[in-house]
């Protein structure tokens, strides 16, 4: 059987998956863990294949299957993309034998079901967690143009991954980055009259309208979780770290400015709006706190960071900004410094036990804060001055970590044709060396149509459709054009 090409939905049927036992594969390590159960690293017996292993946690499920399994399942197995992880198949295990068990040593793995993924040598926030790694800028524009371009994918073909976050977003020693933990996404259709949940997208990376209490709709969810990776990769650290969902708020008007019908028409309405309204009137301070990013940046940061959704700029446009096409251009992945494997939950895990011989010795601990990105005079000539670290712990991105997780929707109507500016003037490539991929827009991707999803059933299948945006925002209208083709294009339908 062959799968659908990068870019395209798979529509044929995959081999019958959960026919074959866990015991294929040798358990290597552990790289993740929470309440969603256990991700390992593993090896295939037969081929020698590295693979990542998620164990699904099943003692909680009083109703059969968990729905987050079934639904990350279902759309991992028809979205096929080069910056989507891939869901290779599903495996069963009865568990080690009694003697195995006794053995903390078994390479065995514990009875239960598997979801085997390819395995990545690194999460994001691990990534950049690790002492002495600072990402240079264009190794930044090479990961947010990866991100906006799967993210464009999964927006095109009607699915919300509404968890995106650091630790989701794997990345392999070839400069390859996929989005990862498909748990809480949800197709999503323009018509629906559903409601969905707003518990959805961990804290510090939620919008503002699902803490206010909206419960319809669209891609701008992610892209505000997008704004605040951004902002997180060129400050160094996360920007809005609330406690609690009214801190959370009070944070996010702190930096955005307070919400009322001028700025943001129909936030009067949402549920929680008067209370947690801000007593007085709050300026905008975007542009000042970040003052010290370059001005491309900034723009894209402050049209991803607009509190009304139908404002928020799209992935498309996001692909399109200015920041990308300016000096240092993103560099090619290929040529990204390689690093030893670093996974949230290994950082941390090791952060810990830092502290607990620090504490045994009675000796001041050490500080191992991120770096903030260095500016290249050569744009393009990047070396890896990292140290090397044992790898070490928190939750990786292959599973699911149940954050307190969605307003109005905003894309543009979908015309009959939409596909990225293929150049851009003189520009052949956005990379230093060969074009990797080809600079200029996002593939359009071709794709079945889905029927609508239910209010808080399990999506009902997916493809290129109607998307679920406002009619009257200004993602309908013409945008300003750009290099050979019109800019303006929007998602065709195909």
């Given at each position: 059987m062959t799968t659908a090409a990068f870019g395209q939905i798979n529509t044929e049927e995959l081999p019958t998956w959960g026919s074959r036992s866990a015991d294929c594969f040798e358990k290597i390590k552990?790289?993740?863990?929470?309440?969603?159960?256990?991700?390992?690293?593993?090896?295939?017996?037969?081929?020698?294949?590295?693979?990542?292993?998620?164990?699904?946690?099943?003692?909680?499920?009083?109703?059969?299957?968990?729905?987050?399994?079934?639904?990350?399942?279902?759309?991992?197995?028809?979205?096929?993309?080069?910056?989507?992880?891939?869901?290779?198949?599903?495996?069963?295990?009865?568990?080690?034998?009694?003697?195995?068990?006794?053995?903390?040593?078994?390479?065995?793995?514990?009875?239960?079901?598997?979801?085997?993924?390819?395995?990545?040598?690194?999460?994001?926030?691990?990534?950049?967690?690790?002492?002495?790694?600072?990402?240079?800028?264009?190794?930044?524009?090479c990961y947010m143009k990866q991100l906006l371009t799967g993210l464009h994918y999964c927006h095109v073909n009607q699915v919300l991954h509404r968890d995106m976050k650091g630790s989701n977003l794997l990345l392999d020693n070839e400069g390859k980055l996929k989005l990862a933990d498909f748990g809480l996404a949800k197709s999503f259709a323009t018509n629906h009259d559903g409601q969905l949940t707003n518990r959805v997208i961990t804290l510090w990376y939620r919008p503002p309208e699902l803490l206010l209490g909206a419960t319809k709709y669209g891609p701008a969810v992610d892209m505000w979780s997008v704004g605040c990776i951004f902002a997180e990769l060129l400050n160094g650290s996360p920007i809005l770290q609330g406690r609690t969902e009214p801190d959370?708020?009070?944070?996010?008007?702190?930096?955005?400015?307070?919400?009322?019908?001028?700025?943001?028409?129909?936030?009067?309405?949402?549920?929680?709006?008067?209370?947690?309204?801000?007593?007085?009137?709050?300026?905008?301070?975007?542009?000042?706190?970040?003052?010290?990013?370059?001005?491309?940046?900034?723009?894209?940061?402050?049209?991803?960071?607009?509190?009304?959704?139908?404002?928020?700029?799209?992935?498309?446009?996001?692909?399109?900004?200015?920041?990308?096409?300016?000096?240092?251009?993103?560099?090619?992945?290929?040529?990204?410094?390689?690093?030893?494997?670093?996974?949230?939950?290994e950082t941390k895990k090791r952060k810990q036990e830092q502290r607990q011989l620090e504490e045994q010795n009675k000796r001041p601990r050490l500080q191992h804060g991120r770096l903030p990105p260095y500016q290249h005079t050569e744009p393009h000539q990047m070396k890896d001055t990292q140290p090397s670290f044992s790898a070490g712990p928190s939750h990786h991105p292959y599973g699911k970590h149940p954050a307190p997780p969605g307003g109005p929707s905003m894309y543009p109507p979908r015309n009959q044709s939409g596909a990225y500016n293929p150049s851009r003037g003189g520009h052949v490539?956005?990379?230093?060396?060969?074009?990797?991929?080809?600079?200029?827009?996002?593939?359009?991707?071709?794709?079945?149509?889905m029927p609508a999803s239910g209010p808080r059933g399990p999506p009902g299948g997916y493809g290129v459709g109607p998307p679920n945006y406002s009619q009257t925002s200004q993602y309908g209208g013409p945008a300003p054009g750009r290099g050979l083709n019109n800019r303006s294009q929007q998602y065709g339908r195909q």
């Open positions: 552990q790289i993740g863990a929470g309440m969603y159960g256990q991700v390992f690293k593993a090896r295939e017996i037969r081929t020698g294949e590295i693979v990542a292993l998620k164990r699904i946690r099943m003692d909680n499920e009083k109703e059969g299957f968990p729905i987050t399994a079934i639904r990350e399942i279902k759309l991992l197995k028809k979205l096929h993309h080069e910056n989507i992880i891939k869901l290779k198949e599903i495996v069963t295990s009865a568990g080690p034998e009694k003697n195995d068990q006794e053995n903390q040593d078994s390479k065995k793995l514990e009875g239960g079901i598997y979801m085997v993924f390819e395995y990545m040598d690194h999460d994001l926030t691990g990534l950049a967690d690790r002492p002495g790694v600072r990402f240079s800028i264009p190794q930044i524009k959370q708020l009070n944070k996010i008007f702190e930096l955005c400015g307070s919400p009322d019908e001028n700025n943001w028409p129909g936030v009067s309405k949402y549920y929680f709006y008067n209370n947690f309204k801000p007593p007085r009137p709050l300026k905008r301070r975007v542009r000042e706190r970040f003052r010290r990013f370059d001005c491309h940046a900034l723009d894209l940061l402050d049209h991803l960071l607009t509190l009304d959704p139908n404002q928020r700029w799209s992935a498309k446009q996001a692909l399109d900004a200015e920041y990308f096409w300016v000096d240092p251009l993103p560099c090619d992945p290929k040529s990204l410094p390689k690093y030893e494997s670093s996974h949230e939950f490539g956005g990379y230093s060396g060969e074009p990797y991929p080809p600079q200029g827009r996002a593939p359009q991707y071709n794709g079945s149509s």
